[in-house]
């Protein structure tokens, strides 16, 4: 696994870099969903418990809880989830929004207490963040599951490390799949659906090479 691409490494840098990024593009306007947010609610039967972990813009969170799911996202930038809860209300749909870093103590608490099946959601997020925080993520991944759940996760791979990019510079690592999956395999995850490559997930000229999974708690 290599972290390739960063030019910012604190965390202070990063949260930064990401509250800067969606102060600016704050909106009211219905968002498209990406192509796995829709992707994932296909292979969904019936109401969910879906937590986004790295929610960003809250594009994805907003099209789960418009479809009948019952959604929290989840951001460790202060004015994205800002920016999340304004257009969840200037929507009428009914999204909650936690500002937390992924490794704060306190978040699985917070997250925990539903019934139901539960999606742990996570798209481009696991390509945001360190590898130990990767780490904390299935963990809490884990935490918040029960067997039968599903774990979604979309991220940028090894292959990604060439091509063109549409952000500008900033904490970007490209991930190794195999390791990703030891990893989920370890905390009681299984793949049930696993594909790679280009076109899942093209924005303008960044036709990212991505890994798309989905696990089953076992
Ligand atoms: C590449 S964006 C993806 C946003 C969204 N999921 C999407 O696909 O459009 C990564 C997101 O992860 C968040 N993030 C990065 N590091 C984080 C951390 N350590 N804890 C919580 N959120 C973090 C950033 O604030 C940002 O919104």
Redesign the pocket.
């Known amino acids: 696994m290599t972290d390739a691409a960063h030019s910012t490494t604190t965390?202070d840098d990063?949260?930064d870099y990401?509250n800067t990024y969606?102060a600016a593009r704050s909106s009211t306007r219905r968002p498209l969903p990406?192509q796995f947010a829709t992707f994932v609610a296909g292979e969904l039967e019936g109401p969910h418990r879906v937590i986004?972990?790295?929610?960003?813009?809250g594009?994805?969170s907003i099209f789960f809880a418009g479809n009948g799911h019952d959604v929290t996202g989840?951001?460790?930038?202060q004015s994205?989830v800002d920016a999340c809860s304004a257009l969840a209300a200037a929507l009428g749909e009914p999204a909650t929004f936690l500002q937390?870093?992924?490794?704060d103590p306190e978040l699985p608490q917070r997250l925990s207490g539903s019934d139901g099946p539960h999606v742990v959601y996570?798209?481009?997020?696991v390509?945001?963040?360190t590898d130990e925080?990767e780490k904390t993520f299935l963990d809490l991944a884990a935490t918040l599951t029960s067997p039968g759940d599903v774990l979604a996760v979309e991220y940028r791979t090894v292959r990604d490390q060439v091509g063109a990019k549409e952000t500008g510079a900033h904490y970007r690592r490209f991930v190794l799949p195999a390791t990703f999956q030891a990893r989920a395999l370890e905390r009681g995850f299984e793949v049930t659906y696993a594909v790679e490559g280009y076109g899942f997930a093209k924005w303008r000229h960044d036709d990212a090479y991505v890994a798309r999974t989905l696990f089953r708690r076992t």
């Open positions: 965390t990063r949260s990401w969606y990406s986004e972990l790295g929610c960003g813009n594009r994805d989840v951001d460790g930038s994205a937390s870093a992924i490794d996570a798209r481009f997020f390509h945001a963040i925080e």
